[in-house]
């Protein structure tokens, strides 16, 4: 997927990170590289969304799918470029980790529909700045903000 848009500025560390998904009662156990810490934790990010947006991840649509994806990939956006991770791995494995292998076919889909909302639109920029205010200070209320965005998208496609 090559460089990350960098749809936010504020940075942040891992630590940030794992204090916002245990406000959410989750967990990500050690990994090799922060790499694939960008990877679990971006996945993580998207399910929590959708789960307080009441879509169960397992259940979605292809429409689904893509909205959920679409926030994993904009949670990855920050977290590569605040941890220094190769963003084109991190961009390629959050889907995968989300959906499992047969999704890696969406993937091209997934790239140009990312790229064009985030040259062309102020939608990722919104969504990655809220997942950074979310992991700066998490509360119930940017969490429901966020949760409130994925319906809209979801609407919307």
């Known amino acids: 997927m090559g460089e990350p848009l960098r749809l ?4 942040f560390d891992q630590c940030a990170i794992e204090q916002a998904l245990a406000s959410v009662d989750l967990r990500i156990s050690p990994q090799p590289d922060v790499a694939q810490f960008c990877i679990k934790a971006a996945a993580n990010v998207a399910r929590a969304i959708a789960a307080r947006a009441h879509f169960s991840v397992d259940d979605l649509d292809e429409g689904g799918q893509l909205v959920t ?3 994993g990939l904009a949670a990855g956006d920050r977290f590569s470029a605040s941890l220094n991770a190769p ?4 961009a390629s494995v959050i889907p995968v980790e989300l959906f499992g292998l047969d999704y890696a076919a969406e993937f091209p889909r997934l ?3 990312y ?3 985030g040259e062309r ?3 990722l920029r919104a969504i990655s700045g809220n997942i950074s205010e979310w992991i700066l200070a998490p509360s119930d209320h940017r969490i429901e903000r966020l949760a409130a965005a994925f319906v809209i998208c979801r609407r919307h496609v």
Not at 8 to 11: F, L, P
């Open 69 to 71: 994806a679409l926030f």
């Open 121 to 123: 639109s102020g939608v």
């Open 111 to 113: 790239e140009g529909v």
């Open 8 to 11: 936010s500025r504020q940075d």
């Open 115 to 117: 790229r064009r909302l």
């Open 87 to 90: 963003f084109s791995l991190v």
